[in-house]
């Protein structure tokens, strides 16, 4: 197969300005952007990592490109999608701040590379994108967690997030949709 990162684009232009009307976030240390082709290496990375098992089975190159373009897709479609989260320019990781197949709100997931854990990068770029998605006004925001990925549990906690039930396996966190968590944002 070939990769799709590895041919021609002759709409880069295009493509280029799409991205430039799309959010950019940033923290005291992270960049949090719009998705670029060359970030698909680290993603295809990473969902093919042991840890990538807490995103759910993919099992070939194909179906992790579907996911990223799934994830990157999201921005045409419904304002909302994955961002890509820079340090020093250089991807680090993602966060997913939408919905997908499946999701009964919008959603917030964050993968980060294991080189970059213990940092505070998740945090930083997941409490980023809370307050990104709180500013636009959804009606509800979670994330769905693998009951066996602690290190995720302790993180949405951490965030303001509380378990609210399960889906499909996964423990559901909601957040407050106000800063404060007072208790009507969990209604």
């Known amino acids: 197969m070939i990769s799709p990162v590895t041919l021609p684009c002759p709409g880069a232009p295009i493509a280029e300005s799409a991205r430039g009307a799309l959010p950019v976030l940033q923290t005291a240390r992270l960049t949090l952007r719009a998705p670029e082709l060359a970030d698909y290496e680290l993603f295809s990375r990473l969902f093919s990592s042991p840890s990538g098992k807490f995103m759910g089975e993919v099992p070939d190159e194909a179906a992790i490109w579907a996911q990223f373009t799934n994830y990157t897709a999201g921005w045409l ?111």
Do not use: C, W
Request: net charge negative; proline share 5%; no cysteine.
């Open 77 to 187: 479609l419904r304002g909302d999608g994955m961002f890509t989260v820079t340090h020093d320019g250089a991807p680090v990781g993602f966060v997913f701040a939408g919905v997908e197949i499946g999701d009964q709100a919008i959603e917030l997931g964050f993968f980060i590379a294991p080189e970059h854990h213990r940092k505070g990068f998740a945090f930083e770029a997941a409490n980023a994108a809370l307050i990104h998605l709180r500013s636009i006004g959804p009606d509800q925001i979670v994330s769905y967690v693998s009951p066996k990925n602690a290190a995720s549990q302790a993180l949405v906690t951490k965030l303001g997030g509380v378990q609210t039930g399960t889906l499909e396996g996964a423990l559901v966190y909601s957040y407050p949709l106000d800063a404060d968590g007072g208790p009507e944002a969990y209604a």
